[in-house]
């Protein structure tokens, strides 16, 4: 009998099961910060994998709305982010923020997008984004957001 690479394997039985591959790329990438150089793109290429089988698999078709796919975006962003493929990052951002309903998840996420979107020089839209917290009312994220928008300043 022909064993099966371990890669196949890997994808054959958690293709099915995007909420083990979400937490297994989220313990993977945040050690990311323990590597440098090749090292450090090796982990993170290999959670970005995990992710994209996790988003993948968690979509729940067009149109309908998940937990989960939305969780699965938000970390494939955080991912992409430390690649520092913000471009990439920020579509995923916003899906996971429409894709979530509770408003504390939601002014979270948004602050991710915020820090995406100033590395993009996408400062009009970071500045709408800050408003969206501020107007959310959020304590956790809501103090933040008003000391960000401060910081930016007004819009030209």
């Given at each position: 009998?022909?064993?099966?690479?371990?890669?196949?394997?890997?994808?054959?039985?958690?293709?099915?099961?995007?909420?083990?591959?979400?937490?297994?790329?989220?313990?993977v990438?945040t050690?990311?910060?323990?590597?440098q150089?090749?090292?450090?793109?090796?982990?993170?290429?290999?959670?970005e994998?995990?992710?994209r089988t996790?988003v993948?698999?968690?979509?729940?078709?067009?149109?309908?709305?998940?937990?989960l796919?939305?969780?699965?975006?938000?970390?494939?962003?955080?991912?992409l982010?430390?690649?520092?493929r913000?471009?990439?990052?920020?579509?995923?951002?916003?899906?996971s923020?429409?894709?979530?309903a509770?408003r504390g998840?939601?002014?979270?996420?948004n602050?991710?997008?915020?820090?995406?979107?100033?590395?993009?020089?996408?400062?009009?839209e970071?500045?709408?984004?800050?408003?969206?917290?501020?107007?959310s009312?959020d304590a956790n994220?809501?103090?933040?957001?008003?000391?960000?928008?401060?910081?930016?300043?007004?819009?030209?």
């Amino acid at each position: 009998v022909a064993q099966m690479p371990p890669a196949a394997h890997h994808r054959q039985v958690h293709a099915g099961q995007p909420v083990l591959l979400r937490q297994a790329a989220n313990a993977v990438y945040t050690a990311a910060e323990l590597y440098q150089g090749a090292e450090r793109a090796e982990v993170l290429a290999m959670a970005e994998r995990m992710l994209r089988t996790a988003v993948k698999g968690s979509d729940p078709g067009k149109g309908r709305k998940d937990e989960l796919h939305a969780l699965c975006q938000f970390e494939l962003a955080n991912v992409l982010c430390r690649q520092k493929r913000f471009d990439q990052a920020a579509p995923l951002y916003r899906e996971s923020v429409a894709g979530t309903a509770d408003r504390g998840t939601k002014a979270l996420r948004n602050r991710n997008l915020v820090e995406c979107l100033k590395n993009l020089h996408s400062l009009a839209e970071a500045r709408a984004v800050l408003e969206e917290i501020i107007r959310s009312n959020d304590a956790n994220v809501g103090p933040w957001a008003k000391a960000e928008l401060a910081k930016l300043g007004p819009s030209p």
